[in-house]
Every structure is written in C-alpha cells, then in structure tokens.
C-alpha cells in the first residue's frame, strides 16, 4: 500500500458502493417512471405558473379572458391558427372588459386615444423599454435587442437620426425623384396593353431601389425587372407569414430559424449581392477620410456609419451589412405599404380622388415646356395632396405586430388603472 486509505461503508468500499447504487437507480428508470416523472413536473410546473398569473402577478387584477391570463397560447391561436385575427379578437375584448385589457399574461392593450401621448412618449419625459417578446421571429435578434434597453437604443439613433432629418432628405431628393420617373416610365409602358400591374409588387420595387440608393453607392435596380420582382416578393412574403410561428416559439428560431437564415444570406443571389456589395462599399469607405465621406454630394448612410465609434462599439465591424439590411427593409416595407394603401383607397373613392388630380394639374401646368418637375418644397404646400399622405400614414400599418412598451422605472395611471413600473 502507498499509504492511501480506502473509504469503506458497510464493509463495501465506497467508490464500489456508489457504483451499486448508481446501478440500481438506473435499473429504477424504467420509461414508464420516466414519462411519469416528467409528466407529474410538468403538470405541477403549469399549476404553479398558472396560479402565479392568476393571482400572484402584478397585473392579476386587470381584466381578461381567463385563458389569456394564464398562457400565450390563446394569443397563438389567433395569430397562427387563425392567421394574425388575434387584433380581431382585441377588439372583441375591449367590447366586452374595457379599455384595458390583459391579452397575455404580460401584457396590457389599451383602447384609448387620449393615452397615446401618455404610453409613447419621447426619451426625455421617461424612459421606455421595448418588449423582448416582440424582437423573437425577425432571425436578426443579435440586432434587434439593442433596441430593447432605453439607453442603448438612444445610443444607436445618434448616429441615425441626423440621416433622416429635412435637410438630410432634401439632399437626396434628386435620387427619389429620378426613382418615381422611372416608375412612371415602366407604368406607362403598360397603356392600352391590357396586362395587368401589380403595384403592390411595383410600388416595393421602388422604394427598395430608393433606400438602397440612400445607402449604397450601387443601388439596386429592382424597377428594371420585367416582372417586378414578383418572384422574389412572393418569397419574402412566405417568410413574413412565420413571424408569428417563431415569436411563440422562440427555440424554433434558435434552434432551426438562425441557421436556415444564415443559409439563405449566404446562399440566396439577392442576399449574397447586398451582402457582398455592403462589404465592399464599408471598405470603400474605410479608405477616405471621415469628413470627405460625409460631406461629398454623393453621401450615403454607410458613409455616416462606417465612421461611426459608436455603431462598431455596438455591432463591430461585421455588423455594418446587418444594420443596413434592417435599414433597408423598414424603409423599404413600411413606405411601400403606406404608398400601397394611399393608391387603393383613392382609386375606390373617386369623389377623393378627383380633388387630388385638379390640385396636382394645377401645379404640373406651371412646368409645361420645362425640363424640370415641382420640387418636394412647393408640392408639400399642397393643402390637398398633405391632407391625403397625413391620412395614408394613419390608415396604414408599418408593423405586423402591436408595438407594446415596458416603463422600467415608472409607474403610470391609465383610464382609472395603475400600471406597474416594469410592466407593459
């Protein structure tokens, strides 16, 4: 012996003793025990979590339908099985509860004009948090959860924000300009033909080629394609239609979603020529100087970005092609839509429609002859024409889901209920 002693326990050494009863306990295991035991756990996990909701939680006494309170299935219902009605659904709620109403087990929907201003307000009334919930399905969460902290979105929008202002906007408004004559070219190439135009499919087109030409030295030409890109639309709109699956099934989208998209980014034409071309457009800009990059007559968001400390600190070098891909689909996406909607319901309410058509032919008539078009500073004069893009950006819808959110310091008083801080 080398002066080691053995543990003996009831005359068994103990690491042979431990082997026995790990034996025993395995040979215990049947699978029927299994499936009881992970039956029984999570028939107590689901009371117990039931009961929380119910009468535990802060919001236990704000009223609802009972399975609402109790899971987010019974908004999966409605949004899956019954493809995206659960607003529907809402609305019924609110006939029947209030103006307050819980709709998940998190979550309050408020039906009150007046408590707009008191639910989405600026950075420096108080601070607002998004709801993590909401950012699961978008296959871009790495991205999208900087937006879910009140400061780190703050932090981001300073280099953003200075993009999109009106002087910003004038300066590329020959780029918008040059997009809609082109649109209106490919239109009316379409006269006395018979065929039919998806606008839908036209209108994305045109937004996607003008945001890309905001971001990008080579914009895209989608309005080139002779079908307006209807194929790759079509794909996009499948996709769009599993938002709702992964936002309540987040391990799917971890599990199988990140790498399908990781494929298709890198796979897909379409994606692999954004991609390539951000990569070789942040090196492009890499070598000019900072203050030549955003002051050239050709300056883009990618140049703004590049040279920003902040956006690399938050992303990293990496992340450019993301960020700008986000960029480009809420710019893309949400104006189309709203465009989309103004054209529909103006062509089905022609006594709205003519008024529109004598205020813009009364302006045309002045240029007549002229090589140039009203610029966007006379047409926003237009008392007609502002009242009809004001009422398009009401009607239209630029997000698929609600936009719910959470006051991480704040407590705040809503149509006679106290909404606790941290909730939403």
């Keep these: 012996m080398s002066g080691f002693n053995e543990l003996v326990y009831d005359g068994v050494p103990f690491i042979q003793k431990s082997h026995i009863e790990l034996a025993r306990l395995t040979q215990s295991l049947t699978w029927p025990r299994i499936i009881?035991?992970?039956?029984?756990?999570?028939?107590?996990?689901?009371?117990?979590?039931?009961?929380?909701?119910?009468?535990?939680?802060?919001?236990?006494?704000?009223?609802?339908?009972?399975?609402?309170?109790?899971?987010?299935?019974?908004?999966?219902?409605?949004?899956?099985?019954?493809?995206?009605?659960?607003?529907?659904?809402?609305?019924?709620?609110?006939?029947?509860?209030?103006?307050?109403?819980?709709?998940?087990?998190?979550?309050?929907?408020?039906?009150?004009?007046?408590?707009?201003?008191?639910?989405?307000?600026?950075g420096a009334t108080r601070k607002t948090n998004a709801y993590p919930r909401f950012s699961n399905g978008t296959g871009f969460e790495d991205m999208t959860a900087i937006s879910t902290s009140h400061d780190a979105h703050r932090r981001l929008r300073v280099p953003l924000d200075k993009l999109f202002v009106r002087n910003s906007i004038l300066r590329i408004e020959s780029r918008v300009a040059d997009r809609v004559a082109r649109l209106c070219d490919r239109l009316s190439s379409y006269q006395?033909?018979?065929?039919?135009?998806?606008?839908?499919?036209?209108?994305?087109?045109?937004?996607?080629?003008?945001?890309?030409?905001?971001?990008?030295?080579?914009?895209?030409?989608?309005?080139?394609?002779?079908?307006?890109?209807?194929?790759?639309?079509?794909?996009l709109k499948q996709g769009g239609r599993n938002v709702f699956v992964f936002k309540h099934l987040p391990w799917i989208i971890g599990a199988l979603g990140k790498p399908l998209i990781r494929y298709f980014v890198t796979h897909v034409t379409r994606w692999t020529i954004w991609d390539e071309k951000a990569r070789r457009e942040v090196l492009l800009i890499r070598k000019r100087p900072s203050d030549g990059s955003k002051t050239r007559e050709k300056t883009t968001v990618l140049d703004h970005l590049v040279h920003s400390d902040l956006v690399e600190k938050e992303f990293g070098s990496g992340g450019f092609p993301r960020l700008a891909q986000l960029i480009q689909q809420a710019g893309a996406h949400n104006v189309s839509h709203t465009l989309g909607t103004m054209v529909t319901y103006l062509l089905m309410s022609p006594e709205k429609l003519r008024p529109l058509q004598k205020e813009l032919e009364l302006i045309w008539s002045e240029y007549d002859g002229k090589s140039t078009a009203p610029s966007w500073i006379e047409l926003e004069k237009a008392p007609y024409l502002s009242a009809v893009v004001a009422e398009g950006l009401r009607m239209a819808i630029g997000g698929m889901n609600r936009t719910p959110r959470v006051f991480p310091n704040d407590e705040i008083k809503i149509c006679g209920w106290l909404i606790p801080r941290g909730e939403c």
Excluded: C, M, Q
């Excluded at 996990?45 to 109790?70: D, E, H, N, Q, V």
């Excluded at 995206?84 to 509860?97: S, T, V």
């Excluded at 065929?195 to 890309?212: F, R, Y």
């Design 36 to 122: 009881l035991l992970v039956t029984t756990y999570t028939i107590l996990y689901t009371l117990t979590l039931a009961i929380y909701r119910l009468f535990l939680s802060p919001l236990a006494s704000f009223p609802g339908p009972f399975l609402a309170k109790i899971t987010h299935w019974y908004e999966f219902y409605y949004n899956v099985v019954h493809a995206g009605k659960y607003y529907e659904k809402i609305r019924e709620l609110h006939d029947k509860y209030g103006p307050v109403v819980r709709v998940t087990p998190d979550e309050i929907h408020i039906n009150e004009p007046s408590a707009y201003n008191d639910i989405f307000v600026v």
């Design 192 to 235: 006395e033909t018979g065929e039919v135009v998806n606008l839908t499919n036209a209108l994305s087109s045109l937004t996607t080629d003008i945001i890309s030409s905001v971001i990008f030295e080579e914009p895209s030409d989608y309005l080139g394609d002779p079908d307006f890109n209807s194929e790759w639309y079509e794909t």
